[in-house]
């Protein structure tokens, strides 16, 4: 499963434009988690290095200790995690914005809409 869609990366407040809002007002846009352990990322800003083409992402970040913290995590560090069993890094499509999860569309009625939920399914 693609970690970033083009539409989440497009919804992603840029770093600290929602420095205003208080934490737990923020809007969770994304979230990531281990799909064989507790951890979890819930991100609410991002934004893509123009050097490295990586994302430095913001958010509340649980790594299964018990106490979440605001803190920072890279797109690529999320990637590179093998949780066991040949697993990664899940993205959850229940949460954030239902318009930026396609995994959540009816089945595609027409042979376009086939082929944009394969494009967003992409790995």
């Known amino acids: 499963m693609k970690l970033l869609t083009d539409a989440i ?3 992603l ?12 007002d923020k ?3 994304v979230r990531f988690f281990n799909p064989l ?3 979890t990322w819930e991100i609410v800003e991002g934004t893509e290095d123009p050097v490295s083409s990586d994302w430095l992402l913001f958010g509340k970040c649980d790594l299964g ?3 979440p913290e605001w803190g920072y995590v890279s797109l690529s560090e999320l990637q590179s995690l093998d949780v ?10 229940l ?3 239902s ?3 396609p995994e959540w569309k009816a089945s595609p009625s027409s042979e376009e809409e086939v082929r944009e939920f394969a494009e967003d399914m992409e790995a």
């Open 9 to 11: 990366k497009k919804a």
């Open 13 to 24: 407040p840029e770093l600290y434009t929602t420095e205003e809002i208080p934490c737990e």
């Open 27 to 29: 809007e969770i846009i």
């Open 37 to 39: 352990g507790s951890q």
């Open 65 to 67: 200790f018990g106490s």
């Open 84 to 93: 066991g069993l040949g697993m990664g890094i899940e993205r959850d499509i």
């Open 95 to 97: 949460v954030g914005p």
């Open 99 to 101: 318009e930026l999860h």
